[in-house]
C-alpha cells in the first residue's frame, strides 16, 4: 500500500479536492465527510493546517481546519485505517504550534472513527452543531410575508448592506465585508436567483437566504440565512425559505442541507417548519495538548 501525506496547495489542489468530495458522496450517500459547497467556499482562506493523503496517486482523505485548534478529518471509509494515522499527524502538527485543547468534529453514531479518537485520548464533549436534510418530495409550504415586506434576489449593490446585516445576525467581525461577498459570487456554486433577501418598504435589508448548489451533483446547502433580531417572530425567515425552496426546483437538487444548523429552541423550530426534519448530530471531540 503506497501511502503518502502532503500538505494542500490551493492552486493545485483545489479542484482535486471538490472531486474528490463529489464522488466520495456520489459513491457512498454518507454524510460524516464535508460536501464540496462547504469547502468551496472555505478553501480560499485555508491555512498550512490542510494536510492531503494519498494511495498511490488517488487522494482518499484530508484533515480541514474550521477554526484554530477546530478540526475535521475526512477520508474515504474503503481507507478508514488512515483515520488513526490522520489524527495522529493533526495531533503532532497542533502540538508543535499551539497550546491548548485539540478538538476534532465527528458525526454521531461514526462508532469506527470514535474508538480511534478514544484510542488516541480523546474525549467526547458536546454537541457542536447539527446536519439537516430536506426530503425534496416534502410539499412546500405556503408561508406569507407580513405587509410592508418582499423578496428580491440579491445584486452586487446590496454586498456592503448584506454584510453589515450578517455580521449583526451571526456577529463577525469587520472581515466580514463586501470582498466575501464578492468571492462567494464567483463560486461555482453561486447562483444570483438562489441568494435571497427580505427587505421593508423602505428597501432595508432584513433577512437573507442563500442556496448554494453544485453544478455537477446537485448538492445543495441553505448557508448562510438569518433575519434581523428586531424582526424575528414575524414569519419573515421561513416566509424566504420556501421561495427559496420553489425557485430551487428549476435546478433539480439531489440533496438539500443545512451543514452547520444551530441548535437553539427558535432555530429548531424554523427547520421543522420548513422541512429540515431529518437531523444528525455533530460531537466535538477533545484532547489536551
Given at each position: 500500500?503506497?501511502?503518502?501525506?502532503?500538505?494542500?496547495?490551493?492552486?493545485?489542489?483545489?479542484?482535486?479536492?471538490?472531486?474528490?468530495?463529489?464522488?466520495?458522496?456520489?459513491?457512498?450517500?454518507?454524510?460524516?465527510?464535508?460536501?464540496?459547497?462547504?469547502?468551496?467556499?472555505?478553501?480560499?482562506?485555508?491555512?498550512?493546517?490542510?494536510h492531503?493523503w494519498?494511495?498511490?496517486?488517488?487522494?482518499?482523505?484530508?484533515?480541514v481546519?474550521?477554526?484554530l485548534?477546530?478540526?475535521?478529518?475526512?477520508?474515504?471509509?474503503?481507507?478508514?485505517?488512515?483515520?488513526?494515522?490522520?489524527?495522529?499527524?493533526?495531533?503532532?502538527?497542533?502540538r508543535?504550534?499551539?497550546?491548548?485543547?485539540?478538538?476534532?468534529?465527528?458525526?454521531?453514531?461514526?462508532?469506527?472513527?470514535?474508538?480511534?479518537?478514544?484510542e488516541?485520548?480523546?474525549?467526547?464533549?458536546?454537541?457542536?452543531?447539527?446536519?439537516?436534510?430536506?426530503?425534496?418530495?416534502?410539499?412546500?409550504?405556503?408561508?406569507?410575508?407580513?405587509?410592508?415586506?418582499?423578496?428580491?434576489?440579491?445584486?452586487?449593490?446590496?454586498f456592503?448592506?448584506?454584510a453589515?446585516?450578517?455580521?449583526?445576525?451571526?456577529?463577525?467581525?469587520?472581515?466580514?465585508n463586501?470582498?466575501?461577498?464578492?468571492?462567494?459570487?464567483?463560486?461555482?456554486?453561486?447562483?444570483?436567483?438562489?441568494?435571497?433577501?427580505?427587505?421593508?418598504?423602505?428597501?432595508?435589508?432584513?433577512?437573507?437566504?442563500?442556496?448554494?448548489?453544485?453544478p455537477?451533483t446537485?448538492?445543495?446547502?441553505?448557508?448562510?440565512?438569518?433575519?434581523?433580531?428586531?424582526?424575528?417572530?414575524?414569519?419573515?425567515?421561513?416566509?424566504?425559505?420556501?421561495?427559496?425552496?420553489?425557485?430551487?426546483?428549476?435546478?433539480?437538487?439531489?440533496?438539500l442541507?443545512?451543514?452547520?444548523?444551530?441548535?437553539?429552541?427558535p432555530?429548531?423550530?424554523?427547520?421543522?417548519?420548513?422541512?429540515f426534519?431529518?437531523?444528525?448530530?455533530?460531537?466535538?471531540?477533545?484532547?489536551?495538548?
Open positions: 500500500m503506497n501511502v503518502s501525506s502532503r500538505a494542500y496547495n490551493n492552486e493545485l489542489d483545489h479542484s482535486r479536492v471538490l472531486t474528490f468530495l463529489r464522488d466520495l458522496y456520489t459513491e457512498t450517500g454518507g454524510l460524516e465527510n464535508w460536501l464540496p459547497t462547504r469547502f468551496e467556499n472555505n478553501s480560499r482562506s485555508m491555512d498550512p493546517g490542510v492531503l494519498f494511495y498511490d496517486e488517488a487522494l482518499v482523505g484530508l484533515v481546519p474550521d477554526s485548534l477546530l478540526y475535521y478529518v475526512m477520508v474515504h471509509p474503503r481507507y478508514i485505517g488512515l483515520y488513526s494515522e490522520m489524527v495522529t499527524w493533526l495531533t503532532d502538527y497542533s508543535s504550534n499551539w497550546e491548548g485543547t485539540l478538538k476534532i468534529i465527528e458525526m454521531d453514531g461514526e462508532t469506527e472513527r470514535e474508538k480511534v479518537l478514544q488516541h485520548g480523546f474525549t467526547r464533549d458536546r454537541v457542536s452543531g447539527i446536519f439537516r436534510v430536506r426530503d425534496l418530495d416534502s410539499p412546500i409550504p405556503d408561508f406569507k410575508l407580513p405587509e410592508g415586506f418582499r423578496i428580491r434576489s440579491v445584486t452586487p449593490d446590496d456592503d448592506e448584506l453589515l446585516c450578517i455580521r449583526q445576525v451571526f456577529g463577525h467581525g469587520e472581515w466580514f463586501r470582498e466575501i461577498l464578492e468571492e462567494n459570487a464567483s463560486a461555482s456554486f453561486y447562483h444570483p436567483d438562489l441568494d435571497l433577501v427580505v427587505v421593508d418598504e423602505d428597501g432595508k435589508i432584513v433577512s437573507f437566504c442563500t442556496f448554494r448548489l453544485d455537477p446537485g448538492l445543495t446547502e441553505l448557508e448562510p440565512m438569518g433575519t434581523l433580531a428586531e424582526y424575528r417572530n414575524k414569519g419573515i425567515g421561513r416566509a424566504l425559505i420556501c421561495e427559496g425552496f420553489r425557485r430551487l426546483q428549476k435546478y433539480d437538487p439531489s440533496m442541507f443545512i451543514g452547520e444548523a444551530a441548535n437553539t429552541p432555530a429548531n423550530r424554523l427547520y421543522e417548519l420548513t422541512g426534519t431529518e437531523r444528525y448530530d455533530m460531537i466535538q471531540w477533545m484532547k489536551a495538548l
